[in-house]
């Protein structure tokens, strides 16, 4: 069965630390690994990666897939209060053209 | 102003009618995904669409329909056979089957 795993399910820091969010992740003919981060409404779209090994980045966040492990990290370095979200994780299969899904990882950053 | 937009943003039902959410789009997009997000839990594919007159079923068909007459519209019913409607329902779109998704705002659905 396909499935997108995140870890963990919450976390909670201070402004200004680091923070790494885990994405595994098991899809039948993986194609690509996509990060959303949600705040109060829909997910807007972070990264979507394909190629292992090359990261990608936007600013304080980063993120890079590695497809031997089957996984991905969502690094965010001095987290900011406008971080707190829930970031999304989905793996993308090339039959049926169906994302699925994780739980989501809720971050809180506290001033 | 390009987007997507869901009406409403929250709605209202009693137990055994039907509801038609609507899902609109000006970004040309091909493809268009219906999502359910319950607490705890991921976002769950209902209904997608490549192309108009197209769909298909995801994981969690039953108890909803859908049409795609034109390819800017992508509505979805939740009939009085969804035994569990209340939810955040979100739809998306992309490109192609290839691009990453963007979604909508989203319509809170509440059935008493």
């Known amino acids: 069965e396909d499935k997108v795993v995140q870890s963990p399910l919450s976390l909670v820091v201070h402004e200004g630390d680091t923070v790494t969010l885990n994405c595994s992740y098991e899809?039948?003919?993986?194609?690509?690994l996509l990060w959303y981060k949600q705040e109060k409404k829909a997910p807007t779209f972070l990264f979507m990666l394909t190629s292992s090994g090359i990261e990608k980045k936007s600013g304080r966040l980063s993120s890079i897939l590695d497809k031997k492990e089957l996984f991905s990290i969502l690094n965010i370095t001095a987290t900011q209060t406008g971080d707190s979200a829930i970031y999304l994780c989905?793996?993308?299969?090339?039959?049926?053209?169906?994302?699925?899904f994780g739980t989501g990882t809720s971050l809180t950053v506290i001033p | 102003d390009g987007g997507i937009t869901q009406s409403p943003k929250y709605l209202f039902r009693k137990e055994g009618q039907n509801v038609t959410l609507s899902c609109e789009q000006n970004?040309?997009?091909?493809?268009m995904y219906w999502y359910r997000q319950d607490p705890g839990q991921g976002l769950r594919l209902i209904y997608y669409?490549?192309?108009?007159?197209?769909?298909q079923k995801g994981d969690i068909a039953e108890g909803y329909s859908v049409s795609r007459e034109k390819k800017e519209s992508f509505p979805l019913t939740v009939t009085s056979a969804q035994k569990n409607p209340t939810a955040f329902y979100l739809c998306a779109t992309a490109r192609d089957s290839l691009y990453e998704q963007y979604f909508g705002p989203g319509t809170r659905l509440t059935v008493t």
């Open positions: 989905a793996g993308d299969s090339n039959t049926g053209n169906q994302f699925y």
């Open positions: 899809v039948t003919n993986f194609r690509s």
């Open positions: 669409s490549q192309i108009v007159n197209d769909f």
């Open positions: 970004l040309n997009h091909d493809a």
